[in-house]
């Protein structure tokens, strides 16, 4: 599988088109399948979307493919572009230009069938606060066309499923946030749909809820679901999704596996500093130094990119001493995704 | 179709559960129909006084007075005639508060307006206006009718040939009524009082018009329903701001079944609402609205019409707060404008003009329309059409303004 790195219209930090080795799909089912067969068969195809909001252009050719079991992921900060791409994949938001397709059908916001098999779980709970968890599920299983037995006993073995069975009769404005947040997801789930779309599933929620959230969509995955899932949490990426978009101002800046993503970054060790002080000059005096091929300061601190980090840090700490920052504390992680995305667009993935 | 009546299923159970549609729809206009009960006597209830007679006379015209001019109110149900036997009686009556007023007809009464000699009958009055402006009214209508004889008697002898001295005199020396035999002057007296050859039939549609009753009754309801029916046109309203729309419109249903899913609420809502207002009015303040079926299909339309506008004027909103408060406004100036408040028959000639702009106006029409007996299909299919077209004009641009704005936020 291709690693594409797409040039932006404005480079904050000097990349590299860089191509590498098709790297085998985590899914053994997918591994032997041809590049071509895997988008014939795709769950969703979608190519060249764009959305733009008055001079804002909030979706700019953004274009992928989801087989069926598989989890891909849009990484990206917020306002990068995510939650339109998905409202166009959904049907909710008339695109300027692009096209979707699931199972191979077309889809626009004037199809009522192709809607149908896709499972969409919005941002925002989407879930009325003065209905039972039960009638939420009934409800919205009636407009996806379930009715009578099928519908009860669908709605039992969701209840079961996200572990609401105990208070299904209950208004779901006594919930908790993370049992709302399981509802949510159940609704979405009511139908069995092909494609599951999962739009910043755990944004708000308890650890404990998120990593059942987390071990739900592992689950559906494995089941042959094909999941578009939108983060900013590096963590869920990387432990989630088969492939990862990396999502920034409206374009896909680089596609692929953890992995291949990873290896776009060469090797480079990410640095954080917590420092006070001048922060700037730090930022500046550290970008001086060779090895350190990005300095991006923030509140509290500094986030850097360097090569071979540890023989590096000495004479890092020193430059940043004597620009007038007062280093609190030092961590150097692995390259990772978050690194990926400094590495790209030269920002942090954070909010 | 079928999601917008699931939809709107969803929507009633809501508002059944948060008392909304009991309040709205129950409760308020039947509270509304309570408090215009104590302010609108029923029509059953109708005015009614009794006054104290002394005849003083027992002559022709005092009979005439008392027995016919006065026994018309007691025949109609209006007052009683308690005779008494001195005006002293008659006072205390009056100051007592006994009856609601006393007439004196004085000795000498008859003879009086027979010899053309002024005389005159004594109302008696105290904390009864109303009864005092009635039997005050009553004398001077029969006064005037006296005076119209009385006119016509000597014009008769005037100009009779012979009349004068057939009757052994001239009109000028000893005067007509000298000359004029009993029986003459009754006959005389019979044609003028008799109703003339030619009469009124008065069939303009001012005639149309319901009782004070059906007026308040059907102003009221036609009102409130704006108000009643603004929750479903505001679902799609608070679907966005719960979040729940998205989800909606991601379903395999048409963008317009969610629309049409709040409207059909709406319209469940008006209908339960405007069955409370005609029940309850017509068991508390006697309105009378007509035929049940033709009112029941009088009701449909006023809803459709009132569900057409909400839906409309609330695609002119981006919140909830927002879009309520546009639906008042917009309710108020109909109301006004329609003559909900005042008559358009009080009303000036504008105002009936411009009242037809209205879904009020025509509601009230239609409802002046029921009142008249044998009322048919055909009398109010004007005012049902023209309301039936008022909401689906209204609400089709409601529905367009509304899809436009979901498929491309």
Redesign the interface.
Known sequence: MAVRSVPQPREPVPTQDVTVPPAPPARQTRSSEPAADAAATAVLACSGLRKRFGERMAVDGVGFTIAPGETYGLLGPNGAGKTTTISMVCGLLVRDGGEVFVQGRPLDPATTDVKGLIGYVPQDLAIYPDLSARENLAFFGRLYGMSGRALRQRVDELLAVVELADRAGERTEHYSGGMKRRLNIAIGLLHRPRLLVLDEPTVGVDPQSRNAILSSVETLSAEGMGILYTTHYMEEAERLCDRVGIIDEGRIRAEGTRRDLVALVGGRDRVSLAASGDIRAAAMAARAIRGVEDATPREGGLDLLVVEARSLLPRLLEAVGDAGASVRSVEVVEPDLEAVFLHLTGKALRD | MA?AF??AA?IL??RL??RSALIFAVLTPLGLAVAFSALVAPAQTSYHTSYAVYDGDHGAFSRVLLDEVFGHLVTGGVADLVPVSSEAAAREEVGAAEVGAGIVVPAGFSTAIAAGTPTSVTILGRDAPSALQIARSTVQRFASSVGATQLTIATTLATAPGAASGAGGTAGQAGPRATLDPATLDGITASVLAPGPVSVVDESADRRQATTQSFYAASMAIMFLFFATQYGALSLLAERR???L??????????ASVILGGALAAVGLGLVTMTVMVVATTVLIGANWGPPPLVALLVVAAVLAAVGVSTLVSTFAKTEEQAGGWNVIVAMTLAVLGGTFIPLAQGPELLARLSLITPHAWFLRAVDDLSVPGVGLADIAPSVAILVAMGLLTGGLGLLRSRATL???
């Not at chain 2, 998205?246 to 963008?255: G, K, N, S, V, Y």
């Open positions: 999601a699931v939809i969803r159970r809501q559960r948060d719960g979040g729940t998205a989800r909606l419109l991601a379903a395999p249903i048409r963008p498929v491309s936020r």
